[in-house]
Nanobody, 128 residues
Framework: QVQLVESGGGLVQAGGSLRLSCAAS????????MGWFRQAPGKEREFVAGISGVGDSTYYADSVKGRFTISRDMAKNTLDLQMNSLKPEDTAVYYCAATRSGTYYYTVAVAQTAYDYWGQGTQVTVSS
């Protein structure tokens, strides 16, 4: 069974930075596209950023573009999200996700339904 485990969440002041990490494990796990989603209280879960299976294509939600950077280490099966210039509206539970679909080897999946595996989430709280 594939497992995704997030870490790095916490409390930070507006304008600060946090780095989230996601470690993937499991038998013969070869993820294709991986991504980060978030869910704020009372809101639906939304796409934040994604990276293709090859690792050379990224896509960001407009709300985080220019502030967040997604990256992955294929050898270590890890996924990171560097979050800078954080705003109170970035407060949410952040989830790591991965798809096993070869459709997303060269592209990035935005829809939640494209992802097969999900982490348990890590809380990010940005104070004003």
């Amino acid at each position: 069974q594939v497992q995704l485990v997030e870490s790095g969440g916490g409390l930070v002041q507006a304008g600060g930075s946090l780095r989230l990490s996601c470690a993937a494990s499991g038998p013969t796990f070869t993820p294709y596209c991986m991504g980060w989603f978030r869910q704020a209280p009372g809101k639906e879960r939304e796409f934040v950023a994604g990276i293709s299976g090859v690792g050379d294509s990224t896509y960001y939600a407009d709300s985080v573009k220019g502030r967040f950077t997604i990256s992955r280490d294929m050898a270590k099966n890890t996924l990171d999200l560097q979050m800078n210039s954080l705003k109170p509206e970035d407060t949410a539970v952040y989830y790591c996700a991965a798809t096993r679909s070869g459709t997303y080897y060269y592209t990035v999946a935005v829809a939640q339904t494209a992802y097969d595996y999900w982490g348990q989430g890590t809380q990010v709280t940005v104070s004003s």
